[in-house]
């Protein structure tokens, strides 16, 4: 049994083994070994000792040894040296795919020879054949990981004074998704329902509607984020279930944690509309108790994404994900006359061609409208 692309293994014994590469005879590397009865404590080892190698083997002029720095050494400094400076969430998602993906087609490489053709093509694969079922991964996913290798080769170049090819402008090529917006009927039907049956779960669903905060951004909130006297809410974290890289195989795989929100902009004061002010000014509870429950404990988001499509099945409306909330905000708002300017702030975007490009969606209606004042514009009077 083993994990993939960490290099760590079961033996027969029942203890776990852990491998690294501890130096190199000529290009050929020399591996070194640590064990340990758990997996979480081998992996503890092998970081140790990983780092230990790392700094012997770096040690050296790079022009005398360039050759012998392997793409999976490259990867696991660069990795070690943004840990301080990187969210959690964010370093699952670069493990991930340095662990499934990278790695496994790079890692025994020397980064010097892996040329722009090579990551091209690893890229089209990507596209083509990746993931589990071999049926190719989403544009989105293989720039992801294509960003990752950006990231090394540039870390590779400017720390490690590594002479790499320069693949900064290669592009992956990405189709826009259908973003789901509620219609005016729709909008109407489900603010209807929850305004008739009021619930602390209902309530949050009705102030992702008039807000556009976030899943996370709303199971996180608590009342005491609700700025009373302006008449506000206070937006500074998000609670969101990430992978538990770092646990034992008795431990779970996934963790709950609170933290800060996507980016800086997304830190933020949303003005609320009066009418759910109102309704929010009913139901107030003590500031440690979540806005969701109106207890101490919260909902994570994949709860609070099955609440939303049961009250859309009571609503006759089709089922869609929590996002269709904030997409349907943004799209009302700009309908309404809303400077672009202060939706992309209400938002959290860092820029207004965010909130164009990706949220604001004009229904046909709207469209039609717009090209009928061409016809008004030299109608006779």
Not at 38 to 63: C, D, F, G, M, W
Not at 313 to 341: P, V, W, Y
Request: glycine share 4%.
């Amino acid at each position: 049994m083993s994990k993939r692309g960490e290099n760590i293994y079961k033996r027969k014994d029942g203890r776990w083994e852990g491998r690294y590469i501890k130096a190199y005879d000529g290009k050929k590397p020399k591996y070194g070994y640590v064990y340990a009865k758990t997996y979480k404590s081998v992996k503890e080892k092998l970081i140790v000792a990983r780092e230990a190698a790392h700094n012997i083997l770096y040690a050296q002029p790079a022009k005398d040894n360039s050759e012998d720095f392997l793409f999976e050494n490259i990867a696991l400094s660069w990795l070690g040296s943004i840990r301080p400076k990187i969210k959690k969430s964010t370093l699952v998602k670069y493990t991930n795919s340095l662990n499934s993906y990278i790695i496994p087609s790079f890692g025994n490489y020397p980064i010097q020879d892996i040329s722009r053709t090579d990551v091209e093509s690893f890229c089209s694969e990507l596209l083509v054949s990746g993931g589990k079922k071999g049926n190719g991964l989403a544009p989105k996913t293989v720039s992801d990981i294509f960003s990752v290798i950006k990231n090394l080769f540039e870390y590779a170049e400017d720390c490690k004074e590594l002479q790499v090819a320069n693949i900064r402008n290669i592009i992956i090529k990405q189709t826009a998704k259908t973003m789901r917006v509620l219609s005016m009927l729709e909008q109407e039907r489900l603010d209807v329902f929850l305004r008739s049956n009021v619930s602390y779960s209902n309530l949050s669903i009705l102030l992702s509607l008039y807000t556009g905060i976030r899943i996370g951004e709303l199971c996180a909130l608590k009342w005491g984020d609700i700025d009373f006297e302006n008449q506000c809410l206070i937006i500074n974290k998000t609670l969101q279930r990430i992978q538990n890289i770092e646990a034992d195989l008795s431990e779970p795989k996934t963790i709950l944690i609170i933290t800060t929100p996507k980016s800086i902009c997304s830190i933020r004061k949303i003005p609320l509309p009066t009418d759910i002010y109102k309704l929010i000014l009913e139901y107030k509870c003590g500031q440690d108790k979540y806005f969701t429950t109106g207890t101490e404990h919260y909902i994570e988001p994949r709860t609070m994404e099955n609440r939303f499509n049961a009250v859309l099945k009571r609503c006759n409306i089709n089922k869609s994900n929590f996002h269709a909330l904030r997409h349907t905000f943004a799209t009302r708002c700009i309908e309404l006359g809303f400077d672009t300017k202060s939706l992309s702030e209400i938002l959290g975007h860092a820029n207004v061609n965010i909130t164009l490009n990706r949220y604001v969606h004009p229904s046909m209606e709207v469209k039609k409208k717009n090209m009928n004042m061409l016809s008004d514009l030299f109608a006779v009077k």
